[in-house]
């Protein structure tokens, strides 16, 4: 019943700047985890960073850290991700998933995900 839709991906110059939007429907907690992930071709799935809606703090890890912003509309249930700076080695498909609330932001564990949205950089 928990759906998550990530929109916003496309082609993008390096250095160029980008948003993707990520909705949730369906989830009866007031305020809960949500997080951006992605998964560059031939690797792993990796973190980009979480917020947790009741309060808006984030976390960032280290691959995109000081070239993002995630943010929050909770009128429109809805977390963003807006991304600068953007390198060769940006381009993945990019996941929005969320979870139940935790103490800590970095906490956070993420049991629904959206089909993706993919993010292509060149020069």
């Known amino acids: 019943q928990v759906q998550v839709v990530e929109s916003g991906g496309g082609s993008v110059q390096t250095g160029g700047s980008l948003s993707l939007s990520c909705v949730v429907s369906?989830?009866?907690?007031?305020?809960?985890?949500m997080a951006w992930f992605r998964q560059i071709p031939g690797k792993e799935r990796e973190g980009v960073g979480s917020i947790y809606t009741g309060d808006g703090s984030t976390y960032y890890h280290d691959s995109m850290k000081g070239r993002i912003t995630i943010s929050q509309d909770n009128a429109k249930n809805t977390v963003y991700l807006d991304m600068n700076s953007l390198k060769i080695e940006d381009t993945a498909m990019y996941y929005c998933?969320?979870?139940?609330?935790?103490?800590?932001?970095?906490?956070?564990?993420?049991?629904?995900w959206g089909q993706g949205t993919q993010v292509t950089v060149s020069s």
């Open positions: 998933a969320a979870g139940p609330p935790q103490s800590r932001v970095n906490y956070c564990k993420f049991n629904y």
């Open positions: 369906g989830y009866t907690y007031s305020s809960i985890c």
